[in-house]
């Protein structure tokens, strides 16, 4: 767990009350996608439930509390959304116990396209999360599966409208742009199914990867 204080830890000095955001790292996947180097493994119950409990031993022991107020929570992966819901709720809990959260906060969750269902959705929402960020790389079903990506263009919408329907209100999406053997006319389709969704926020990232795809 980190929080980011950069260059206003001189005005915390002078005893004046700022900010923070709070980023913590879930380290899991339910399959591996062939061009993903960020530190993430294989999901398992037992990891899950020891890292959970790691976690919060971690922010419950944190001392370099100050004054800051907490105005962002990221969970960030890997795919926080394979914590169970009473997972997540015991480290939103620790953190709103330890440190002094804006009412406001923004609270970001990742997740992968496909494989929640809508109840599960809402017991996140529920938690306080109140901004969905996920990966959809593209819209093509053939590019998702070079990529190795565990869902389909379909599962992307039905996502998007689930967690709609489930009350999230702000929700981006990633999409890879420049992927191999992709075209100007294929990437501009990406965008515009992206942004016929409406989304609030769309992130787009650059292809980065050494390997090559199958
Ligand atoms: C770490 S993932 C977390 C979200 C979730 N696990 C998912 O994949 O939908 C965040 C984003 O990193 C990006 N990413 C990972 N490896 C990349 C690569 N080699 N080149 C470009 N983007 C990459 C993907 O766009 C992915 O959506
Ligand atoms: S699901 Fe996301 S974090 Fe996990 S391997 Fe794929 S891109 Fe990386």
């Not at 269902?117 to 306080?128: E, I, V």
């Not at 599962?155 to 990633?174: C, E, H, P, Q, W």
Request: charged fraction near 20%; proline fraction near 3%; aromatic fraction near 10%.
């Amino acid at each position: 767990m980190a929080v980011h204080q950069g260059s206003e830890i001189r005005v915390l000095q002078s005893g004046k009350m700022t900010s923070a955001g709070i980023y913590i790292h879930i380290p899991f996947c339910r399959s591996r996608c062939s061009y993903c180097d960020f530190a993430t493994g294989i999901y398992q119950a037992h990891a899950a439930e020891r890292y959970t409990r790691a976690v919060v031993r971690e922010i419950s022991n944190w001392s370099e509390v100050g004054s800051l107020t907490v105005n962002t929570i990221y969970f960030g992966g890997g795919t926080p959304s394979t914590l169970l819901p009473q997972e997540l709720q015991a480290i939103v809990f620790a953190i709103r116990e330890r440190f002094d959260v804006d009412p406001n906060a923004e609270i970001t969750m990742e997740m992968n396209p496909g494989g929640l269902d809508s109840q599960t959705l809402r017991a996140f929402r529920s938690l306080g999360i109140n901004r969905a960020s996920f990966g959809a790389q593209t819209f093509d079903d053939q590019e998702l599966a070079r990529l190795g990506r565990s869902h389909t263009a379909a599962d992307i919408r039905k996502t998007f409208y689930d967690l709609r329907n489930a009350g999230f209100t702000n929700i981006n999406f990633d999409l890879i742009a420049g992927l191999p053997g992709q075209t100007n006319e294929a990437w501009l389709r990406n965008v515009r199914e992206a942004l016929a969704l409406k989304p609030e926020h769309l992130s787009f990232i650059y292809w980065k990867c050494m390997r090559e795809l199958l």
